[in-house]
């Protein structure tokens, strides 16, 4: 949370406050007479739960009036929000402009898209310095080639050596560090660890570094509101969240109970460590040791927080990272870690914070530190297979057994079934299936005969003929192309009078013999021995002068 006034704190919370807003862009002041809008997200984790070692980017929209000097649509912006009553003028962070799109022909609107510093770290690290060298050093590095700087370098990156050059090898073909050990080429040194190899280090990039680096702490990377770069654990600054300051209806649980952490999973793919037992969070990490994930364990100790998404009059000196405690519907105080954070700012200030959770025994894997994940858009499919993962990753029990079917001392088939018996699946020689109502049913199955499923979510299904209801969907509804290789759509039966052919540009009618009979298009209608028609709920008559007429077509008793 930012540092402010008394003051402050007292104008932010009054009924009747007034928001102030300004921005420098380039250095060059914009007031509130030509910023619009603004809305800024900040987070610390994505949404997939608790984890560390993160590097979410801070992302700005900002809408604006036309400025004088074209340069101000690109570069860096500074935003900061005050309240009348008190000096203080709150940064919401530094951000560099990505996009500027404008509203209108005349060019008087533009919205400004930016991002914070971690849009400029997705290059590949090439060392500028002699390696092996300590990771506070790397960490300077990549500052000085990005351009961004950092906050405060941790004492524990003195301590750990990095090596990326096979040039440093000696004779006996083994690498001196400044601490003493002698270790076999391509190796990351720890005190007396060793760690990742140097061909994987070699692909890693500016931000992934720092992904990395920011989980050694047991924390997360982001550019705080003065735009430096800065390692952060969640944090208790007292602030509350009361019923009054809230939203109606704006406080909603995301879990039914409340997420307790006591482990820490880390590591690589090949070499996994673990410290506690439990519930853990987990990230990975190929520079880490034992004894710094136990250290790690040791500070953050036992966490335990409410899953929750709150929307609320909002405070800017709040930031991604604080813990709230927040009033919810029956008047419990619940511990919220802000895990993200949109502050809205249209006239006055809303914000909407959200800490997520995850009911499964590990809070977080990240594959890389580097992983977007401010907003997941997913398809129909993904949202899919995002729940058949949840539902098979997510089970808790169940009982297993091996079945003789038919009593003949022979085993041949297997059940799993859940402790009341009645969800199960069942495989035999004849198939396998699922059912939720003890066997009566079995509403998704494979047998012999095929494949029963109550839905089916696919990427690419490809088929000889389908049906629908009674109806060959291949008599009804077919897709070709003409001579000139364009798609065509066709809806008509084999039996129908009329049939709609679509292509890009045009709906065509044909009769039986596949005779145009009408057609519309870009350029305009074409009419043959077609007098009338019912389409789309209109009667369409042929007029005098290539005209087309409109009557509302409605069945007897309709208005």
């Not at 997200?41 to 993160?54: C, F, P, Q, W």
């Not at 299936?433 to 089916?456: F, K, L, R």
């Not at 003409?482 to 039966?493: F, K, N, Q, R």
């Amino acid at each position: 949370m930012i540092n402010v006034s008394d003051n402050f704190l007292t104008a932010i919370k009054a009924n009747a406050r007034q928001i102030l807003l300004r921005a420098y862009i380039n250095d060059t002041l914009l007031t509130g007479d030509n910023l619009i809008d603004l809305t800024v997200t900040e987070a610390v984790n994505a949404s997939d739960g608790l984890s560390m070692g993160s590097t979410i980017s801070s992302k700005l929209v900002m809408k604006i009036k036309r400025p004088a000097d074209p340069l101000l649509l690109s570069g860096s912006v500074r935003p900061e929000v005050a309240c009348a009553g008190a000096d203080d003028w709150i940064p919401l962070g530094e951000f560099h402009i990505t996009e500027a799109v404008s509203h209108d022909d005349f060019e008087t609107i533009f919205t400004i898209t930016a991002y914070d510093s971690f849009c400029k770290t997705e290059q590949a690290y090439i060392p500028k310095i002699s390696m092996p060298d300590t990771a506070a050093n790397v960490l300077r590095d990549i500052a000085s080639q990005c351009g961004f700087s950092i906050d405060e370098m941790p004492e524990l990156f003195n301590e750990v050596y990095i090596s990326q050059e096979i040039s440093t090898i000696n004779a006996e073909g083994t690498l001196l560090f400044p601490n003493g050990a002698n270790l076999e080429s391509g190796t990351l040194v720890i005190g007396d660890f060793v760690s990742a190899p140097t061909e994987e280090i070699k692909t890693y990039t500016c931000r992934q570094y720092i992904g990395y680096f920011a989980g050694l702490l047991g924390k997360n990377a982001r550019f705080n509101r003065s735009g430096k770069l800065t390692f952060v654990w969640y944090s208790d600054k007292g602030q509350k969240i009361t019923r009054d300051l809230q939203y109606m209806g704006g406080c909603k649980r995301l879990t039914e109970r409340d997420c307790t952490v006591q482990a820490i999973t880390s590591g690589s793919s090949t070499a996994q460590l673990v410290a506690g037992t439990g519930t853990s969070i987990s990230f990975e990490n190929p520079f880490m040791t034992q004894n710094i994930l136990n250290d790690i364990l040791a500070n953050v100790g036992t966490i335990t927080y409410t899953p929750m998404q709150v929307k609320w009059r909002g405070n800017p000196a709040v930031e991604a990272g604080d813990i709230v405690a927040v009033e919810d519907s029956y008047g419990n105080s619940c511990t919220v870690y802000i895990m993200e954070q949109t502050i809205r700012i249209s006239g006055g200030l809303h914000s909407e914070i959200r800490c997520y959770g995850d009911s499964e025994a590990t809070m977080s894997f990240s594959t890389s530190p580097t992983t977007k994940k401010i907003q997941q858009v997913y398809t129909k499919l993904q949202s899919a297979l995002a729940e058949a993962t949840a539902l098979l990753n997510g089970a808790n029990g169940g009982v297993f057994k091996i079945l003789d079917t038919d009593g003949d001392g022979i085993n041949d088939g297997w059940i799993i079934h859940s402790a009341d018996e009645r969800q199960y699946i069942k495989a035999n020689v004849n198939g396998i299936g699922i059912t939720t109502d003890g066997g009566v049913t079995y509403e998704q199955a494979i047998t012999v005969n095929g494949i029963n499923a109550s839905a089916i979510h696919t990427g690419e299904l490809s088929a000889e003929r389908i049906s629908v209801g009674d109806e060959s969907l291949g008599d009804v509804f077919s897709v070709s192309r003409d001579e000139d290789g364009h798609p065509v759509v066709t809806i008509g039966a084999s039996d129908s009078v009329v049939k709609q052919k679509q292509t890009n540009d045009a709906v065509t009618f044909v009769n039986d013999q596949d005779v145009q009979v009408a057609k519309f298009s870009t350029t305009g209608a074409e009419w043959a021995d077609l007098q009338q028609m019912k389409y789309c709920g209109f009667v369409w008559t042929k007029a005098p002068g290539g005209n087309v007429r409109f009557t509302r077509f409605t069945k007897a008793g309709e208005n």
